[in-house]
């Protein structure tokens, strides 16, 4: 299941939004002294350099944007809560380390869509969109609004790898070191994990990723949502994304992890109960509406540490070369 298509306002739509902003949020010079000071004692200005050149931050955020689909994630796993966010699962802020860091506040959406209107009206002073295929024209649109950050040059679209937008999302709030602190707290924890475990290493997962009406989506390499088990020492499928119920041969490997459907579902299909995978008890199941099932779309390091502490029981009875191992529903 690919992610929801996207729009992209008109450019004299945007325009006109761009031209309120300046008319309303721009300031005087009258503060410039003191507010250079203090950018100077947190760290500020930085730079980043990303796929259509470099952004320069040149003081503490105050007032951040997330467009990227999983960019919250990581803000708030750095302490942060940003003034509005992009829609994607609607349990979001219900999730247990969302939650905690909330600490009883709200986390406004604007929409499932990039909605510059909406965006303009938050008076961000960063938009981060990293997790999201940003094109040079909305990347103009965003800036012109307040600095953008997109992803490196280093990789695809959508496919920054976790740690990499840790540490790009640290930087831009001045927050470098307590990034690096929590990659090693989750690198810590999956390398615990694989000398625990060195069964995983090598097995193919295939995580089919919102299945429904007959059709499959078996995540590719390099995608975020299965960055952990990439972590883990699991391979990935050699061929996969968008499978119809034909040729789920493709998901029969040595575990399988269907993330958005019960089993009570699945097995309706007479071909997906056939699978090996399937009849031998490898497969693990999570629906859309558990923590879980954000944890591994949202991947940020807090997200990551849940579903390590959820998943790691139920990988060791699909491992385990025992045929009279359970494997649970998550």
């Known amino acids: ?47 980043i350099a990303h796929k259509f050149g470099s952004t320069t931050i040149t003081a503490k955020p105050q007032r951040i944007v997330t467009v990227g689909w999983n960019d919250q994630d990581f803000v708030l796993s750095l302490g942060e809560v940003p003034v509005s966010t992009r829609e994607w699962f609607t349990e979001y802020p219900t999730y247990p380390w969302v939650s905690a860091k909330l600490g009883g506040k ?3 959406t604007f929409s499932a869509e990039i909605n510059f209107e909406a965006i303009v009206k938050q008076r961000p002073d960063l938009i981060l969109a990293i997790y999201e295929t940003i094109t040079k024209e909305t990347y103009d649109k965003l800036s012109a609004i307040a600095p953008t950050v997109v992803q490196s040059a280093d990789y695809s679209d959508e496919e920054t790898p976790w740690d990499v937008q840790t540490l790009t999302t640290g930087k831009a709030l001045g927050k ?6 929590l990659i090693d707290q989750v ?28 059709e499959h989506w078996l ?20 061929q996969g994304e968008d499978v119809s119920e034909e040729r789920l041969d493709l998901a029969d490997q040595d575990v399988l992890f ?43 390091p807090d997200a990551l540490l849940y579903a390590l502490d959820k998943l790691l029981p139920e990988l060791r009875n699909a491992t385990d070369g025992d045929p009279n191992t359970k494997v649970g529903e998550l």
């Open 1 to 47: 299941m690919n992610l929801p298509v996207k729009r992209v306002l008109a450019t004299a739509a945007a325009a006109i939004l761009i031209g309120a902003l300046a008319a309303c949020g721009g300031g005087s010079d009258d503060n410039a002294g003191p507010a250079s000071a203090a950018s100077a004692a947190t760290g500020f200005p930085v730079t």
């Open 106 to 108: 709200t986390l406004p």
């Open 176 to 181: 470098e070191k307590e990034a690096r602190a």
């Open 187 to 214: 690198d810590a924890r999956v390398d615990e994990a694989k000398k625990a475990n060195p069964q995983f290493a090598g097995k193919v997962l295939v995580e089919d990723y919102g299945p429904e009406k007959g």
């Open 219 to 238: 995540i590719p390499a390099k995608d975020p949502r299965r960055s952990l088990f990439d972590a883990l020492g699991f391979a990935t499928q050699e």
């Open 258 to 300: 269907v993330n958005g459907a019960t089993k009570a579902d699945m097995v309706k299909s007479p071909v997906f109960s056939r699978l090996k995978v399937v009849v031998e008890d490898r497969t693990l199941y999570t629906s859309f509406d558990t923590p879980l099932a954000g944890a591994l779309s949202y991947s940020g």
